[in-house]
Structure formats: C-alpha cells, structure tokens
Antibody, heavy 117, light 108 residues
Framework: QVQLVESGGGVVQPGRSLRLSCAAS????????MHWVRQAQGLEWVAIIR??????NYADSVKGRFTISRDNSKNTLYLEMNSLRVEDTAVYYC????????????WGQGTLVTVSS | DIQMTQSPSSVSASAGDRVTITCRAS??????LAWYQQKPGKAPKLLIY???SLQSGVPSRFSGSGSGTDFTLTISSLQPEDFATYYC??????????FGGGTKVEIK
C-alpha cells in the first residue's frame, strides 16, 4: 500500500534552517510528481516537483527561501527550508500527485515545524 | 490569486441526513476542483476531483457537482465516520493550487 512518512520537523529559531524528508513506499516513486502542503489553520500548497525533478514550482510565500528536491534512488522527497519565519509554523505534509499536477491522492501523516525564538 | 470561499463554515447534522457544502471561486475555474476530507489529527483524504469524479475507494454517498465558479459537495446519507472537516481545492491556476477555508461537519 502507498505510504508516505515525513520526518525532520521540530522547533527552530527565526532565520534558521530545517530540512524535511518524506520517505515513500508502496508505489513507483520515480513516476509520480510530489507536493508539499502545509497547515497552520487551513491548507496551503507549498511546492511541486515533477517525477524526474525537471520542473519545480513554489508558492509565492516560500519562493526563494524553500527548495524542493527528490532522490528517486532513495524514494525520498525533501524540503529544504531557509530563513524561516514565525509564519512558517505549521504541520507539513508531503503528498503524491494523482496526475497532471492538480490533485493530491495520498498524503503523509505530517511533521510539525515550529518557528519560535 | 484565485480565492476559494466555502459555506457554511460549520454545519450540524444527524446520521442519515443529506448534507450539502458549497465552494465558490473568485473567478471561473472550469471543472478544476477537488474535495478533501480531514479528520482530527489525520491527513486530508481525496474524495472528488475534476468537480465530479469519485476517487477510487470513496463511498458513492459522496458526490460533487458544479463548474465555473460554484461547486457543491453532497453527502447523501451522513454516516458516523463522515463527521470531519471538508476542504475544496482549485487547480485552474496549476501548478499553484489553493484551498478553501474548510467546512466542519459536526454531530447534531
């Protein structure tokens, strides 16, 4: 069965960095696009990376600070978060793309990132 | 940016009731709309995509309709496991996806 397991969350001071990981299993990871979505109150889409890593897009709120990447040999998705702000505090989910980058059909359980001094 | 507005923000209903949730887009999005269900402490679950396509494994009591700016999620006969928060999501401005604010379905 499809499984997505996030890790790497924690408490970090404003301006610092954190890297999240998402370990995938139960499907052919290298053939699916992947997303990061976060939830403070409601849901906010963060970033998408296509199956081969060739095409990447970000929400304006994180562009220039966050970097999405993937290692298809390790079935793992990453989110490098730099210059963190208090408003980045949220549960971060990785999610599989159903197809064409528009729908998210499987989600991980989430990892909590708290940005606080 | 396309804004998604859900109504009501919460609804109280009993098991067996028919429940309808509305999502309105700030501009036309064709049929590029999905619905998700989220239970407390859990990840969202895809129910409906492309406005009316039922995701595999989702019970047929869930249905979606609409196009353009106005969309509806209907639960034909509410079951105990359906008490949750429901979110709409637009995909017209792909790859930048946006979600509605959520509708909480509570036990009456």
């Amino acid at each position: 069965q499809v499984q997505l397991v996030e890790s790497g969350g924690g408490v970090v001071q404003p301006g610092r960095s954190l890297r999240l990981s998402c370990a995938a299993s139960g499907f052919t990871f290298s053939t699916y696009g992947m997303h990061w979505v976060r939830q403070a109150q409601g849901l906010e889409w963060v970033a998408i990376i296509r199956s081969d890593g060739s095409n990447i897009n970000y929400a304006d709120s994180v562009k220039g600070r966050f970097t999405i990447s993937r290692d298809n040999s390790k079935n793992t998705l990453y989110l490098e978060m730099n210059s963190l702000r208090v408003e980045d505090t949220a549960v971060y989910y990785c999610a599989r793309d159903l197809g064409k980058g528009r729908w998210l059909d499987y989600w991980g359980q989430g990892t909590l990132v708290t940005v606080s001094s | 940016d396309i804004q998604m507005t859900q109504s009501p923000s919460s609804v109280s209903a009993s098991a067996g009731d028919r429940v309808t949730i509305t999502c309105r887009a700030s501009q036309g999005i064709g049929r590029w709309l999905a619905w998700y269900q989220q239970k407390p402490g859990k990840a969202p679950k895809l129910l409906i995509y492309a406005a009316s396509s039922l995701q595999s494994g989702v019970p047929s009591r869930f249905s979606g309709s609409g196009s353009g700016t106005d969309f509806t999620l209907t639960i034909s006969s509410l079951q105990p496991e359906d008490f949750a928060t429901y979110y709409c999501q637009q995909a017209n401005s792909f790859p930048r996806l946006t979600f509605g604010g959520g509708t909480k379905v509570e036990i009456k």
